[in-house]
C-alpha cells in the first residue's frame, strides 16, 4: 500500500465506472453492456456505414462521452499534453486487430468484467485469455518491445479526436438522418442519449484521474509485482457485482447469457489477443479513448483502427454471434496471433540490432 | 507523496530501458528499484527507476532517462528541464 491516494482515486473510478454500467443497463443499453468500448466503437461504424450488419448500427454517446471527459478534465488539470510519432501505423493495425480479437469474444476488457459481474461463466475463458495475452505481452516488453517514443506535438493535432467526437454528437442530435440506426438488435437497444452521454463524461473523466486500465493493472502485477493499478479492475467488478446481486441481475451459468457464446476456445483466444495487442499499445480500448482525449494523437489513431477493426469483423464475417465464433473468426484469431507475435519479435530483433 | 520526498525518479521511453539501467546501476552497487511511474509524476503509464537522494549523481548520468524527478521546494522537478 504504497501509493493510498492513488488506489483511494482508482477505487472510485471503478466504483463510478461500476454503477455508471448498471445505470445504462437498466437504462436501455444491451445486456452486460452498459459499457462495451470495442462494441460501441463497431456500432459507430455501423452508423458511419463503414459496415452492414444491421443490427449493431448506432452513434454511441458514451464513446464520446469518454473522449470528451478526458478531454475537458485533463484541460482544465493543466494534463493536456499534444503527443505524436511513435510508430502511429502499427499502433493502427493493432487497434484492429485488438477489435477484432474483442468481437471474437463479444466484449472488451471492460465488458469481460461486467459479463464476469452478472455470472455469465463464459467471460471466465476470456478472463484466463486475457491473462496469458497480457503475460505474452510482458514477455515481449521484457525482450525489449517498444513502439518508439511520442514526441510534442501541436494543440490541434493533440485535440482533433475530441473535435470528431464533437462533430458525432452534432450529427447525431441534429442530422441524425445521415447515420444509421439500427431498428432490432444489439443496436437498436440504447439508454437515452443525455444519460449515455453523461455517463460518458463521467467516466472519461475519472479513468483519466486515475489512469483506469484493465490491461495495465494485470501488467504492473507481473512486471512490477505492483497491485496499484488492478485496484480498478476489482473495483469495477465488486461494484458490478453488488448491483447485480441486489437488483436480482445476477444469473450464474454458461447458457443464454446476453449476447455471448459459448465456444471457450475462441473466447479465450479472442481474449488473448485483446490482452496481448493491449500491452504492445500501452493500454485496454478504454485507456486509449482516455489518452487519445488528452492530446495521444497515437492513441487516435489506435481508436481510428478500432473502429476499422470492428467495420472489418462484420464485413468479412468474422465477429462471432450467439450461436459461436465464425470460420472466418477462428482463421482471423490465429492469424491475428501469428502476427502480433511476428511484429513483436521484428521490433525486438531490430533493437537488438541497434544495440551492438 | 511524502514516501517519495527522499527518493529521485527516473522516467524511461520504455520498460525495457528501465530494466537495462536497473542491471546496470546494481552492478555499480546502486540500489534501486523498479515501480509504476507515480500518478503526481505523469498521467501516462509507464515504468520508472527508484533510487535514494543520495544517489543523485548516479541518475544524472544515465543518458537514456526521459526525465530526472527530485522534490524541491514543496514540488517535483525534472532536473533534465532545468
Given at each position: 500500500?504504497?501509493?493510498?491516494?492513488?488506489?483511494?482515486?482508482?477505487?472510485?473510478?471503478?466504483?463510478?465506472?461500476?454503477?455508471?454500467?448498471?445505470?445504462?443497463?437498466?437504462?436501455?443499453?444491451?445486456?452486460?453492456?452498459?459499457?462495451?468500448?470495442?462494441?460501441?466503437?463497431?456500432?459507430?461504424?455501423?452508423?458511419?456505414?463503414?459496415?452492414?450488419?444491421?443490427?449493431?448500427?448506432?452513434?454511441?454517446?458514451?464513446?464520446?462521452?469518454?473522449?470528451?471527459?478526458?478531454?475537458?478534465?485533463?484541460?482544465?488539470?493543466?494534463?493536456?499534453?499534444?503527443?505524436?510519432?511513435?510508430?502511429?501505423?502499427?499502433?493502427?493495425?493493432?487497434?484492429?486487430?485488438?477489435?477484432?480479437?474483442?468481437?471474437?469474444?463479444?466484449?472488451?476488457?471492460?465488458?469481460?468484467?461486467?459479463?464476469?459481474?452478472?455470472?455469465?461463466?463464459?467471460?471466465?475463458?476470456?478472463?484466463?485469455?486475457?491473462?496469458?495475452?497480457?503475460?505474452?505481452?510482458?514477455?515481449?516488453?521484457?525482450?525489449?518491445?517498444?513502439?518508439?517514443?511520442?514526441?510534442?506535438?501541436?494543440?490541434?493535432?493533440?485535440?482533433?479526436?475530441?473535435?470528431?467526437?464533437?462533430?458525432?454528437?452534432?450529427?447525431?442530435?441534429?442530422?441524425?438522418?445521415?447515420?444509421?440506426?439500427?431498428?432490432?438488435?444489439?443496436?437498436?437497444?440504447?439508454?437515452?442519449?443525455?444519460?449515455?452521454?453523461?455517463?460518458?463524461?463521467?467516466?472519461?473523466?475519472?479513468?483519466?484521474?486515475?489512469?483506469?486500465?484493465?490491461?495495465?493493472?494485470?501488467?504492473?502485477?507481473?512486471?512490477?509485482?505492483?497491485?496499484?493499478?488492478?485496484?480498478?479492475?476489482?473495483?469495477?467488478?465488486?461494484?458490478?457485482?453488488?448491483?447485480?446481486?441486489?437488483?436480482?441481475?445476477?444469473?450464474?451459468?454458461?447458457?443464454?447469457?446476453?449476447?455471448?457464446?459459448?465456444?471457450?476456445?475462441?473466447?479465450?483466444?479472442?481474449?488473448?489477443?485483446?490482452?496481448?495487442?493491449?500491452?504492445?499499445?500501452?493500454?485496454?480500448?478504454?485507456?486509449?479513448?482516455?489518452?487519445a482525449g488528452q492530446g495521444s494523437s497515437d492513441s487516435a489513431v489506435t481508436v481510428l483502427g478500432l473502429i476499422i477493426g470492428g467495420a472489418v469483423a462484420h464485413n468479412f464475417n468474422l465477429a462471432s454471434s450467439t450461436a459461436g465464433a465464425t470460420a472466418g473468426g477462428k482463421a482471423a484469431s490465429v492469424i491475428i496471433i501469428v502476427f502480433l507475435a511476428f511484429i513483436s519479435f521484428t521490433v525486438i530483433a531490430a533493437k537488438r540490432r541497434n544495440e551492438k | 507523496m511524502d514516501s517519495f520526498a527522499d527518493k529521485v525518479i527516473i522516467t524511461f521511453h520504455s520498460h525495457y530501458d528501465a530494466v537495462?539501467?536497473?542491471?546496470?546501476?546494481?552492478?555499480?552497487?546502486?540500489?534501486?528499484?523498479?515501480?509504476?511511474?507515480?500518478?503526481?509524476?505523469?498521467?501516462?503509464?509507464?515504468?520508472?527507476?527508484?533510487?535514494?537522494?543520495?544517489?543523485?549523481?548516479?541518475?544524472?548520468?544515465?543518458?537514456?532517462?526521459?526525465?530526472?524527478?527530485?522534490?524541491?521546494?514543496?514540488?517535483?522537478?525534472?532536473?533534465?528541464?532545468?
Amino acid at each position: 500500500m504504497k501509493i493510498t491516494g492513488t488506489r483511494s482515486v482508482l477505487a472510485a473510478a471503478g466504483i463510478v465506472t461500476g454503477f455508471a454500467a448498471f445505470i445504462l443497463a437498466l437504462a436501455g443499453n444491451p445486456g452486460n453492456m452498459g459499457f462495451c468500448i470495442a462494441c460501441f466503437l463497431r456500432d459507430i461504424a455501423g452508423s458511419l456505414s463503414l459496415h452492414g450488419s444491421e443490427t449493431v448500427q448506432y452513434m454511441r454517446p458514451e464513446i464520446i462521452g469518454i473522449i470528451l471527459g478526458s478531454f475537458v478534465i485533463s484541460l482544465l488539470t493543466g494534463e493536456f499534453s499534444p503527443r505524436s510519432g511513435s510508430s502511429p501505423l502499427l499502433r493502427f493495425l493493432i487497434g484492429m486487430c485488438v477489435s477484432i480479437g474483442a468481437l471474437v469474444f463479444l466484449g472488451c476488457p471492460l465488458r469481460m468484467v461486467l459479463r464476469l459481474s452478472a455470472g455469465d461463466a463464459n467471460a471466465i475463458a476470456g478472463l484466463a485469455g486475457f491473462i496469458l495475452g497480457i503475460a505474452a505481452g510482458c514477455f515481449v516488453l521484457n525482450q525489449g518491445f517498444s513502439l518508439g517514443p511520442a514526441r510534442e506535438t501541436n494543440r490541434l493535432e493533440g485535440s482533433g479526436i475530441s473535435f470528431v467526437a464533437v462533430l458525432f454528437l452534432l450529427l447525431l442530435v441534429l442530422a441524425p438522418s445521415l447515420l444509421k440506426f439500427s431498428t432490432s438488435g444489439p443496436g437498436s437497444m440504447r439508454a437515452p442519449v443525455i444519460l449515455s452521454l453523461a455517463m460518458g463524461l463521467v467516466v472519461g473523466a475519472f479513468a483519466q484521474r486515475s489512469r483506469l486500465c484493465f490491461a495495465g493493472g494485470v501488467r504492473d502485477l507481473f512486471l512490477l509485482r505492483d497491485s496499484t493499478l488492478i485496484t480498478g479492475f476489482i473495483a469495477v467488478f465488486v461494484s458490478s457485482l453488488v448491483f447485480n446481486i441486489a437488483s436480482g441481475s445476477f444469473h450464474f451459468g454458461f447458457e443464454n447469457q446476453p449476447i455471448a457464446h459459448t465456444d471457450q476456445l475462441f473466447n479465450l483466444l479472442g481474449m488473448f489477443i485483446v490482452g496481448f495487442g493491449s500491452v504492445l499499445l500501452g493500454g485496454c480500448p478504454l485507456r486509449q479513448l482516455v489518452l487519445a482525449g488528452q492530446g495521444s494523437s497515437d492513441s487516435a489513431v489506435t481508436v481510428l483502427g478500432l473502429i476499422i477493426g470492428g467495420a472489418v469483423a462484420h464485413n468479412f464475417n468474422l465477429a462471432s454471434s450467439t450461436a459461436g465464433a465464425t470460420a472466418g473468426g477462428k482463421a482471423a484469431s490465429v492469424i491475428i496471433i501469428v502476427f502480433l507475435a511476428f511484429i513483436s519479435f521484428t521490433v525486438i530483433a531490430a533493437k537488438r540490432r541497434n544495440e551492438k | 507523496m511524502d514516501s517519495f520526498a527522499d527518493k529521485v525518479i527516473i522516467t524511461f521511453h520504455s520498460h525495457y530501458d528501465a530494466v537495462r539501467q536497473k542491471k546496470k546501476l546494481t552492478a555499480s552497487a546502486v540500489s534501486c528499484e523498479l515501480i509504476p511511474v507515480p500518478r503526481f509524476l505523469s498521467s501516462s503509464c509507464g515504468t520508472a527507476l527508484m533510487l535514494d537522494g543520495r544517489d543523485y549523481d548516479a541518475a544524472l548520468l544515465i543518458d537514456e532517462a526521459e526525465s530526472v524527478n527530485i522534490y524541491q521546494e514543496g514540488r517535483w522537478s525534472d532536473l533534465r528541464q532545468q
